[in-house]
């Protein structure tokens, strides 16, 4: 069985050391942090966040060493910015200040192509479009194969946005969900499940919606997994960015488990599952608004079930790639360490309830970001 390398992107918003608010100082923080990281730190939409990507890797154990290396030199970049860096899918508190969009060419098009996604009617930005994920590549594949293990890997992506769930709240209130990211995050168009379609029919259909207008260019396809464009990987794309940096690792290694089961079946030739789009696109609401808390739909029958049983299921549907990679043991006892104390939206919300201050809330995040 193929072992595929890994990499992973971390999105963090920049808080305010005082205020805990996030604020726009991402040109100063990665200015800083690209002395060590040159172009492993980048920017993203907005300058109250940023970007750290590993290099593509085989090695669980290398994997994490990265990632906490990346988010020691971004939190020290960020001390000198008087700010910290905080891994969550949206920030619990609006920021003090309007938010700033990056100042790059590409960014500056699509605030005015999709300005009513960007700006309110008053010419400020939006403060609910500050959203952070946590994106997997699995490697390396072509566009053709990349695509394939898409569409058999849909089922399950569902599951996997479940267990990454890690924003609560926004905007001071309780979402009442456990991914409230994927709810503003689905406002962009084309975010939403893989189609169904050949490698000929990705590139003609994506062509057509850049064509129209509905997208500025191919990097702007937003499907929950996606061929990049870029790098010859399929990029999954379902997670809430997470503090806990074993989670980070958890995650990624179940997506590459479990592609690598299904890619046995991408080059047997067999079909991808078909799964109605209604399912589908309800089994991701429910991953959004209920976490591993409460219920999912199976991916074999559509079957309401509970989220928890079913990532049990997942993992054991994976039990062969993961093998494969010695990452087994590993796995298992985080799964067990996330069924005993919570995914991340259970873990804010009991942090919460200490003393009702989501202030507690932004500093648990940012203590867990830093490996503290």
């Given at each position: 069985?193929?072992?595929?390398?890994?990499?992973?992107?971390?999105?963090?918003?920049?808080?305010?050391?005082?205020?805990?608010?996030?604020?726009?100082?991402?040109?100063?923080?990665?200015?800083?942090?690209?002395?060590?990281?040159?172009?492993?730190?980048?920017?993203?939409?907005?300058?109250?966040?940023?970007?750290?990507?590993?290099?593509?890797?085989?090695?669980?154990?290398?994997?994490?060493?990265?990632?906490?290396?990346?988010?020691?030199?971004?939190?020290?970049?960020?001390?000198?910015?008087?700010?910290?860096?905080?891994?969550?899918?949206?920030?619990?508190?609006?920021?003090?200040?309007?938010?700033?969009?990056?100042?790059?060419?590409?960014?500056?098009?699509?605030?005015?192509?999709?300005?009513?996604?960007?700006?309110?009617?008053?010419?400020?930005?939006?403060?609910?479009?500050?959203?952070?994920?946590?994106?997997?590549?699995?490697?390396?594949?072509?566009?053709?194969?990349?695509?394939?293990?898409?569409?058999?890997?849909?089922?399950?992506?569902?599951?996997?946005?479940?267990?990454?769930?890690?924003?609560?709240?926004?905007?001071?209130?309780?979402?009442?969900?456990?991914?409230?990211?994927?709810?503003?995050?689905?406002?962009?168009?084309?975010?939403?499940?893989?189609?169904?379609?050949?490698?000929a029919q990705?590139?003609?259909?994506v062509a057509?919606?850049?064509?129209?207008?509905t997208l500025?260019?191919?990097?702007?396809?937003?499907?929950?997994?996606?061929?990049?464009?870029?790098?010859?990987?399929?990029?999954?794309?379902?997670?809430?960015?997470?503090?806990?940096?074993?989670?980070?690792?958890?995650?990624?290694?179940?997506?590459?488990?479990?592609?690598?089961?299904?890619?046995?079946?991408?080059?047997?030739?067999?079909?991808?599952?078909?799964?109605?789009?209604?399912?589908?696109?309800?089994?991701?609401?429910?991953?959004?608004?209920?976490?591993?808390?409460?219920?999912?739909?199976?991916?074999?029958?559509?079957?309401?079930?509970?989220?928890?049983?079913?990532?049990?299921?997942?993992?054991?549907?994976?039990?062969?790639?993961?093998?494969?990679?010695?990452?087994?043991?590993?796995?298992?006892?985080?799964?067990?360490?996330?069924?005993?104390?919570?995914?991340?939206?259970?873990?804010?919300?009991?942090?919460?309830?200490?003393?009702?201050?989501?202030?507690?809330?932004?500093?648990?995040?940012?203590?867990?970001?830093?490996?503290?």
């Amino acid at each position: 069985m193929k072992i595929l390398t890994l990499g992973v992107e971390e999105e963090f918003v920049l808080v305010d050391r005082l205020t805990r608010a996030p604020v726009n100082r991402a040109p100063q923080v990665i200015r800083l942090a690209a002395r060590q990281l040159g172009g492993q730190v980048q920017t993203e939409f907005f300058n109250a966040q940023i970007e750290v990507c590993t290099e593509a890797t085989a090695c669980r154990e290398r994997l994490r060493a990265e990632l906490a290396r990346l988010r020691s030199v971004v939190v020290a970049a960020a001390r000198e910015a008087r700010c910290v860096p905080v891994a969550c899918g949206t920030p619990a508190l609006p920021p003090d200040e309007p938010l700033t969009v990056t100042d790059t060419a590409r960014y500056r098009l699509m605030a005015r192509r999709f300005r009513p996604l960007v700006t309110r009617d008053d010419g400020l930005v939006r403060d609910d479009g500050l959203v952070c994920g946590c994106h997997v590549h699995l490697g390396s594949l072509d566009r053709e194969r990349a695509l394939a293990l898409a569409l058999h890997m849909r089922p399950w992506l569902p599951l996997l946005q479940a267990l990454a769930g890690n924003s609560p709240y926004a905007q001071r209130l309780d979402t009442g969900h456990h991914s409230w990211r994927a709810v503003e995050h689905a406002r962009w168009p084309t975010v939403g499940p893989t189609p169904l379609l050949t490698e000929a029919q990705y590139l003609s259909h994506v062509a057509r919606l850049v064509g129209d207008g509905t997208l500025l260019d191919d990097r702007m396809v937003y499907w929950h997994a996606r061929p990049s464009e870029h790098v010859p990987t399929l990029e999954v794309r379902v997670a809430d960015a997470n503090a806990r940096l074993d989670t980070v690792v958890l995650l990624a290694l179940l997506t590459r488990g479990l592609a690598a089961v299904l890619l046995d079946r991408v080059d047997a030739s067999v079909p991808p599952p078909a799964v109605p789009d209604a399912g589908l696109a309800q089994a991701h609401r429910l991953a959004a608004a209920q976490g591993l808390a409460g219920a999912g739909l199976d991916p074999a029958d559509g079957r309401r079930r509970p989220a928890g049983e079913l990532l049990g299921e997942l993992i054991g549907f994976a039990r062969p790639g993961l093998d494969a990679s010695g990452d087994t043991d590993w796995v298992d006892d985080q799964w067990q360490r996330i069924r005993r104390d919570g995914g991340g939206a259970t873990r804010q919300r009991a942090v919460f309830r200490r003393r009702g201050l989501l202030t507690d809330v932004v500093d648990e995040l940012a203590a867990a970001t830093a490996g503290l």
